[in-house]
């Protein structure tokens, strides 16, 4: 087994002993709404948020995007689950700002293993084989992160199965100071019809 298996295991067994009535927790989330976010490691949305388990449902994928699977998730969330508003959260420092659809097709046409990034940009350090799939994929990297939540909120609003009476915020979170800046254009653009 490895190290990580072994602490993710460990930890889990720790969970379980205090797990308590946890088990009674109902299927919708009890504060009724939903936040979208990047998947990276420094954003913990039960902590910038004030959430317990069982309070909100969050979905999360790289860069915090509208993309089909996110929305698909939304629409369960509120049409079967009975969220009523909400949030689409990116970051400062992301990731995904660090590369464009180009680069990701050129490093995964290259090689499989993963690559690095310097001053100079990003580089494959692997030998093939590479793939030509990654040409199929919408990466949905962006320049520009205010922009990037505009963008998305306004998809949400504007899809056909999103109900025009959920409110959908936007907001970056500050990496450097754990503070939720609220993007008005977006906001703007989610508020309720």
């Known amino acids: 087994m490895s190290h990580i298996l072994d ?33 990276d490691a420094r954003l913990d949305p ?17 860069g915090g995007r ?34 464009t659809d180009d680069i990701m097709r050129e490093l995964l046409a290259s090689s499989l293993k993963t690559a690095t990034v310097d001053s100079s940009g990003w580089h494959d350090t692997g030998k093939g084989p590479g793939s030509n799939e990654a040409n199929y994929i919408d ?16 998809r949400i609003r504007n899809h056909p199965l999103v109900p025009h009476d959920i409110p959908v915020y936007g907001y970056i979170y500050d990496v450097k100071t754990g503070k939720l800046v609220e993007v008005p254009e977006a906001t703007r653009l989610g508020k309720v019809a």
Do not use: Q
């Open 46 to 62: 039960a902590k910038y948020a004030g959430l317990a388990e069982g309070d909100a449902h969050v979905i999360r994928n790289a």
């Open 7 to 39: 602490e993710v295991l460990a930890a889990n067994a720790e969970y379980v002993a205090d797990f308590g009535d946890k088990s009674n927790l109902p299927l919708p989330p009890g504060r009724h709404f939903a936040i979208l976010t990047c998947m």
């Open 66 to 99: 509208a993309s089909d699977d996110a929305i698909r998730s939304l629409v369960i969330s509120y049409k079967l689950l009975g969220t009523r508003e909400w949030f689409v959260i990116h970051h400062t420092d992301c990731g995904m700002e660090t590369f």
């Open 139 to 154: 990466w949905l990297t962006f320049s520009d992160n205010a922009r990037s939540v505009i963008e998305d909120v306004e």
